[in-house]
């Protein structure tokens, strides 16, 4: 697929490039469209236990992600898919938070969904968003 643009960031993003064989974003016409994103420390890849901390780190992976591949972040996300181990009030809770802080000024579509186990053991939340970046997709098409 020659006409796509894949992004992976330095770190855990090129780690699994390697380990896994896939990347960590697509550009699509003026869509960022990511891979799950989980708790991971973007560098080491470590895990902390806490969902909420765990949560809070897949929601600035997935900014780190989004602007790797040349995007402003959240504030361009319509739509998140979010896979929970387990789906519980912390787990939504800290969802929510996050939202709110990181979309203050919108709401995307959201689907949330409970299940029985993610890419790594330690993994508790794995998130993925699609973003609406026309001007990036001007300046990625000029490259």
Not at 46 to 51: P, V, Y
Not at 82 to 104: C, E, I
Request: net charge negative; hydrophobic share 35%.
């Amino acid at each position: 697929m020659s006409n796509l643009k894949y992004y992976s960031y330095e770190g855990v993003g090129k780690k699994n490039v390697e380990k896994y064989s896939y990347n960590q974003a697509v550009r699509v016409g003026d869509r960022i469209e990511i891979s799950g994103q989980g708790g991971w420390h973007p560098t080491t890849g470590e895990f902390k236990s806490d969902i909420n901390e765990q949560i809070d780190q897949a929601f600035a992976n997935v900014e780190l992600t989004l602007k790797d591949a040349g995007g402003k972040g959240w504030s361009q996300v319509y739509r998140v898919n979010s896979y929970h181990l387990p789906l519980d009030d912390a787990a939504l809770g800290a969802m929510v938070r996050n939202f709110k802080t990181y979309m203050p000024n919108h709401q995307p579509i959201w689907t949330c969904i409970g299940v029985q186990r993610l890419g790594e053991d330690p993994m508790r939340v794995e998130i993925e968003v699609v973003a609406h970046d026309p001007e990036g997709a001007q300046a990625a098409s000029s490259k």
